[in-house]
Structure formats: structure tokens, C-alpha cells
T-cell receptor
Framework: DAGVIQSPRHEVTEMGQEVTLRCKPI?????LFWYRQTMMRGLELLIY????????DSGMPEDRFSAKMPNASFSTLKIQPSEPRDSAVYFC??????????????FGPGTRLTVL | RKEVEQDPGPFNVPEGATVAFNCTYS??????FFWYRQDCRKEPKLLMS???SGNEDGRFTAQLNRASQYISLLIRDSKLSDSATYLC????????FGAGTRLTVKP
């Protein structure tokens, strides 16, 4: 069974360009999470969706970041315009959320973003 | 104060050693707790959940102390393959990850 799929795996872009990261969660999972990981700040939750609806986007750093989940099998995280400080590994994770937020999250392999 | 704090290490131990990591959390209302493992340049993967009564999985033992707001992970008879970063995770309606503790097991 396929795990969480992310694309691209690596992205190098220039400052000011738009970047779109993609995620396909595990089939049957109803919660999806976007994280960012850097050496300085560790793993940070940016936003999460439950049943395709954004529940908490308080971790999104600023208006340059946006995320969508048009259906249960696809989500995007967009950065426009990108800046060098956005360079990080971006992980997508999914889980089957029951009554409480206790379910195991399965992470994708991540997208390593470098903004020059 | 960070919500979840861990000693970043690194912990360098010989094969066969016993090593313990602690993690403290600030939100007393936190509901559930986990240890994740992350290998270099890989994604985090669940190692084990942490239950109030403590739980064991082979060489790994996790414990929770709600009164003092910390969780621990004990690894016995460490193997070279245990070398990784161990992330403490605390949930209170969202998952908060610690910065991780790096472990290197040497021959």
C-alpha cells in the first residue's frame, strides 16, 4: 500500500518565484497536515485539514503561504512569492482522525526546498 | 518557554549501552504523547505511543509523569541501527514536536 506521496522531492527556485508543493495522503485517511522542518526551528505544524476542511492555520507564517485541499486525495501548499528564509524541508502527513487527536500520523518523504 | 523541550544531545554511546532521553512539556492539559524516530534526511516515523501506565516494546520503554510533565524513552542494549534523532511529541488538539535528541551508537 502506498504511503503519503509528495512531489517534488527537491525544488530549487529563485527568490520571488511561486512554489507549489503537492501531497497525496494515504487512502482512507481523513486528516492531513503540512509541516516545515529547519535546523533552527525544528518541526513546525503549518496547517491541518480534517475532511478536506482547514481546521487550524495558525502555524502558517504569513500571507505568502496558502494551502488547499480540493478533495480527499490531494493537497497543495503554495508559497508566493518565495524568499530565501523559506528554505526548509516541507513534510505532509496524514492520519485517520477519530474522536480525539491521538491517531498515528504517517509522514511523506518531504520536499526539500531551496530558495536562492 | 517552548511547549516541548528536549536535550538536543548528541548522545554518543557504545553498542549494548542503555540510554535514556527525557522530554518536558508545558501544557498540563496535553492529552497524548508519542516518541517518533527520524533518520538522517528521512521523514519522522512513529516509534511508540506513551501511556500513563508506561509501556514497553522490546528494548524500548516509554514512561509518562503527568505530575512533573515529562516523558521519557529508555533504550536498552542499544544497536548501531538505533542511531537516529528521537522526537518527543505532545498532543493537545494539535501535535507539538520537540526539536529532537540525536543518538549515535558506536561499535
Amino acid at each position: 500500500d502506498a504511503g503519503v506521496i509528495q512531489s517534488p522531492r527537491h525544488e530549487v527556485t529563485e527568490m520571488g518565484q511561486e512554489v507549489t508543493l503537492r501531497c497525496k495522503p494515504i487512502s482512507g485517511h481523513n486528516s492531513l497536515f503540512w509541516y516545515r522542518q529547519t535546523m533552527m526551528r525544528g518541526l513546525e505544524l503549518l496547517i491541518y485539514f480534517n475532511n478536506n476542511v482547514p481546521i487550524d492555520d495558525s502555524g502558517m507564517p504569513e500571507d505568502r503561504f496558502s494551502a488547499k485541499m480540493p478533495n480527499a486525495s490531494f493537497s497543495t501548499l503554495k508559497i508566493q512569492p518565495s524568499e530565501p528564509r523559506d528554505s526548509a524541508v516541507y513534510f505532509c502527513a496524514s492520519s485517520f482522525r477519530a474522536a480525539k487527536f491521538t491517531d498515528t500520523q504517517y509522514f511523506g518523504p518531504g520536499t526539500r526546498l531551496t530558495v536562492l | 518557554r517552548k511547549e516541548v523541550e528536549q536535550d538536543p544531545g548528541p548522545f554518543n554511546v557504545p553498542e549494548g549501552a542503555t540510554v535514556a532521553f527525557n522530554c518536558t512539556y508545558s501544557n498540563s492539559a496535553s492529552q497524548s504523547f508519542f516518541w517518533y524516530r527520524q533518520d538522517c534526511r528521512k521523514e519522522p516515523k512513529l516509534l511508540m505511543s506513551v501511556y500513563s501506565s508506561g509501556n514497553e516494546d522490546g528494548r524500548f520503554t516509554a514512561q509518562l509523569n503527568r505530575a512533573s510533565q515529562y516523558i521519557s524513552l529508555l533504550i536498552r542494549d542499544s544497536k548501531l541501527s538505533d542511531s537516529a534523532t528521537y522526537l518527543c511529541v505532545v498532543n493537545n488538539n494539535d501535535m507539538r514536536f520537540g526539536a529532537g535528541t540525536r543518538l549515535t551508537v558506536k561499535p
